[in-house]
Nanobody, 127 residues
């Protein structure tokens, strides 16, 4: 079992930035590739970013590429999402998720392959 708790959400103006954190507890954090997803009102949850167990491989949705950066600190049992140049369309509840099936450098954007989820943190970007 892995418990995930997101923090760092809030309200910002367009062009601003936020840094989301996800703290993990439970089994060895480095056993899990990590992902960030988001869900806007009335829309399905979508992939945002993923990072491998080592932290050496990352993947991003096209909509956030060049603006968002995912990182992790295995010694802190934490994963982060630095979000810059925020847009109103980035408004959503952001979730972190843990995937226990990936090899050391693997990542996945497929929601169904993640085993554990946090409760989410709200990000609101105003124009």
């Amino acid at each position: 079992q892995v418990q995930l708790v997101e923090s760092g959400g809030g309200s910002v103006q367009a062009g601003g930035f936020l840094r989301l954190s996800c703290a993990a507890s439970g089994r060895a954090f480095s056993n899990y590739a990590m992902g960030w997803f988001r869900q806007a009102p009335g829309k399905a949850r979508e992939f945002v970013a993923a990072i491998s167990r080592s932290g050496g491989s990352t993947g991003y949705a096209d909509s956030v590429k060049g603006r968002f950066t995912v990182s992790r600190a295995n010694f802190k049992n934490a994963v982060y999402l630095q979000m810059n140049s925020l847009k109103p369309e980035d408004t959503a509840v952001y979730y972190c998720a843990a995937d226990g099936q990936r090899l050391w450098e693997g990542t996945t954007s497929r929601e169904g392959e993640y085993d554990y989820w946090g409760q989410g943190t709200q990000v609101t970007v105003s124009s």
